[in-house]
Structures are given as structure tokens and as C-alpha cells.
T-cell receptor, first 113, second 113 residues
């Protein structure tokens, strides 16, 4: 059974903390993505990676960074958490083909207080 | 930017009713996908449509890709409470960015027993 696994289901962090969200996939996919999902705004792409050590900014990269040291692992880093980063964070992976499926993790509900 | 507009944003119906939700764009897509997301989970792929005019059926769900490949619809016959969820359409970016997907904001469906 193919899987994308996110390290935490729920997280509560304080303003100013450095936060790490981890994502692992077992499908040998080239591409991995981090989205945030907020009511009324849909899924917004933060960063993506199309190969190890390669990364590209998505639509809303400000306040975030990413790391991809191994093909199966893609980490999202909030350098200094702020309350407006309270959101649902979703990791996904897919192959590079127009019709390929995106596989999502179960999501991390992050609350910054 | 290739945008996908979904309508309606919210839909609440009684069990047994039929419904149709729409996904529209001014851009041509090489394929479109429909995902369903249940509360607290990541989206899961329902179907991929690739050919203009294509119709695919998945039990009580019928998906259609427009002839011009700019729009798609999802029709549910005799809706059941288990159909409740957020329905998202998605399509690949064109050209070199085809490993990315763009998502609509979704239709939130509630089926009342």
C-alpha cells in the first residue's frame, strides 16, 4: 500500500519557535510538494521539489523553507512561527507525467499560539 | 496562471438527490483530476480524465471532460451520506512545469440522511 506519511497529525507551537514538518514517501516519486489549506482559500503551494536537493518556490513561500536531502523525505521549516501560519499543512508526491496521481499525507494541523 | 474555478462552493442536499458540480477554466488542460477530501484527511484521487469529451463512471459518480478540455463536471446520482466531503479538481501546469498541479478551491458537499 503506497504511502505518504507526515510526522505529526497535530502540533501546537509558540510564536517565534522554529518548526519542522517532516514528510516521507515510499513510492520513489521524483516530485514532492508542501501545501497549506485554509477555509475559502483552497490548497496553496508553498514549495516543491523535483529532485534531491532541488527546490522551487510555490505561490506562498514567505516565512518557509524546505529541505530535500534524500529522495523519499521532504521537510518544511517555519523559521520563526507566527500566528498567521496556523493552518492545515499537506505533503504530496507524484511522478512527472501529466496524468499521474498526487498522493497526499494525512495532513498536519498546526496551531501557533 | 492556469486557474480552476469550482462551483458551487457549498452544497447541502438530502440523501437520494442528484447533484452536479463544475470545474471551469479559461485555459486548456492536458488532463484533469478529481479528488475527494474527508475532514482531517488528505485528498484522495477519484478519477483522471485525459481526452476531450471523455466520460468516466465510478459507481454513482459520473465525470465528464469538456470537448475543449477547459472544463469538467462531476455528477452524483442518488447521493448518500458517505459522499460527504470536499471535492477538488486539479490539472497539471503546462510545459516545463507539468510536475506541478493546480487545484480549484473545491466544492464542500454535505449529504443529509
Amino acid at each position: 500500500d503506497v504511502k505518504v506519511t507526515q510526522s505529526s497529525r497535530y502540533l501546537v507551537k509558540r510564536t517565534g519557535e522554529k518548526v519542522f514538518l517532516e514528510c516521507v514517501q515510499d513510492m520513489d516519486h521524483e516530485n514532492m510538494f508542501w501545501y497549506r489549506q485554509d477555509p475559502g482559500l483552497g490548497l496553496r503551494l508553498i514549495y516543491f521539489s523535483y529532485d534531491v536537493k532541488m527546490k522551487e518556490k510555490g505561490d506562498i513561500p514567505e516565512g518557509y523553507s524546505v529541505s530535500r536531502e534524500k529522495k523519499e523525505r521532504f521537510s518544511l521549516i517555519l523559521e520563526s512561527a507566527s500566528t498567521n501560519q496556523t493552518s492545515m499543512y499537506l505533503c504530496a508526491s507524484r511522478r512527472t507525467w501529466r496524468g499521474s496521481e498526487a498522493f497526499f499525507g494525512q495532513g498536519t494541523r498546526l496551531t501557533v499560539v | 496562471t492556469q486557474l480552476l474555478e469550482q462551483s458551487p462552493q457549498f452544497l447541502s442536499i438530502q440523501e437520494g438527490e442528484n447533484l452536479t458540480v463544475y470545474c471551469n477554466s479559461s485555459s486548456v488542460f492536458s488532463s484533469l483530476q478529481w479528488y475527494r477530501q474527508e475532514p482531517g484527511e488528505g485528498p484522495v484521487l477519484l478519477v483522471t480524465v485525459v481526452t476531450g469529451g471523455e466520460v468516466k463512471k465510478l459507481k454513482r459518480l459520473t465525470f465528464q471532460f469538456g470537448d475543449a478540455r477547459k472544463d469538467s463536471s462531476l455528477h452524483i446520482t442518488a447521493a448518500q451520506p458517505g459522499d460527504t466531503g470536499l471535492y477538488l479538481c486539479a490539472g497539471p501546469y503546462s510545459g516545463a512545469g507539468s510536475y506541478q498541479l493546480t487545484f480549484g478551491k473545491g466544492t464542500k458537499l454535505s449529504v443529509i440522511p
